[in-house]
């Protein structure tokens, strides 16, 4: 994977602010992880993600406040398994570079894509099936080489459950491995927060994955 571009994370103020203490975090140092992700500030949104917007702004429209967790039992989460399955093996995993001549892209992908394009994706479908925009956030993560990489987060009552091009199982977000960066807002999808607990943490955006892992 190629060098990171480097966004810097700052510190959300306003309303964005008051954000902060709203996701719930049950674990504690030596206690099991919590299922729910806990966001500590705003983060400058990916580049890709931004221009994305601009070409597809439905796409990034907000569909009103919605703080109540979406509530996926067995038949939910079954649908996200297949889906990410399904999404992971028609999508032949090919660089920016290669596609489009360009380092960074985000798009919503036919038959070829990276990993910010398989979340795209998956986002699409499951809003289309009914599922709200609040409970399908695009992430950014750290994975288990220090590389950039893009994922979708499904923020439900029973957790923060991650769609990932290069795992064909859901785990919640913990189970992953990865060290998560940032996320969409829930509230508002243009709006990115810090996952980081230090807010000053850089920011990786994700760079194209020839392969997937």
């Known amino acids: 994977m190629r060098t990171l571009v480097l966004l810097a994370a700052v510190l959300a103020q306003g309303v964005v602010s008051q954000l902060v203490h709203a996701e719930p975090s049950k674990g504690s140092r030596g206690s099991v992880p919590s299922?729910?992700?806990r966001v500590h500030g705003s983060a400058a949104p990916p580049?890709?993600?931004?221009?994305?917007?601009?070409?597809m702004p439905s796409e990034c429209a907000?569909?009103?406040?919605?703080g109540v967790r979406f509530d996926a039992g067995p038949a939910r989460l079954s649908e996200l398994d297949q889906l990410n399955r399904r999404i992971n093996a028609?999508?032949?995993?090919?660089?920016?570079?290669?596609?489009y001549g360009?380092?960074?892209y985000w798009t919503l992908p036919t038959t070829s894509g990276d990993c910010e394009d398989y979340a795209l994706r998956k986002r699409q479908i499951l809003m289309n099936r009914g599922w709200p925009a609040s409970a399908l956030l695009m992430t950014v993560v750290r994975d288990e080489q220090g590389d950039g990489h893009a994922v979708l987060t499904v923020r439900t009552a029973?957790?923060?459950?991650?769609?990932?091009?290069k795992v064909s199982d859901i785990k919640l977000?913990?189970?992953?491995?990865?060290?998560?960066?940032?996320?969409?807002?829930?509230v508002?999808?243009?709006?990115?927060?810090?996952?980081?607990?230090?807010?000053?943490?850089r920011a990786a955006t994700p760079t194209s994955q020839p392969a997937r892992r």
């Not at 580049?47 to 070409?55: D, I, K, N, S």
């Not at 907000?62 to 919605?66: D, K, L, P, R």
């Not at 977000?173 to 829930?186: A, E, I, L, N, P």
């Open 102 to 104: 360009v380092v960074e």
């Open 90 to 99: 028609e999508i032949a995993p090919a660089t920016d570079l290669e596609l």
């Open 173 to 186: 977000w913990h189970q992953t491995g990865y060290k998560f960066v940032m996320r969409q807002s829930y």
């Open 35 to 37: 299922a729910f992700m």
């Open 47 to 55: 580049f890709g993600f931004v221009q994305f917007c601009e070409r």
């Open 158 to 165: 029973q957790g923060d459950f991650i769609l990932d091009n």
């Open 188 to 201: 508002d999808p243009r709006l990115w927060m810090s996952l980081a607990p230090d807010a000053l943490d």
């Open 62 to 66: 907000a569909h009103g406040v919605n």
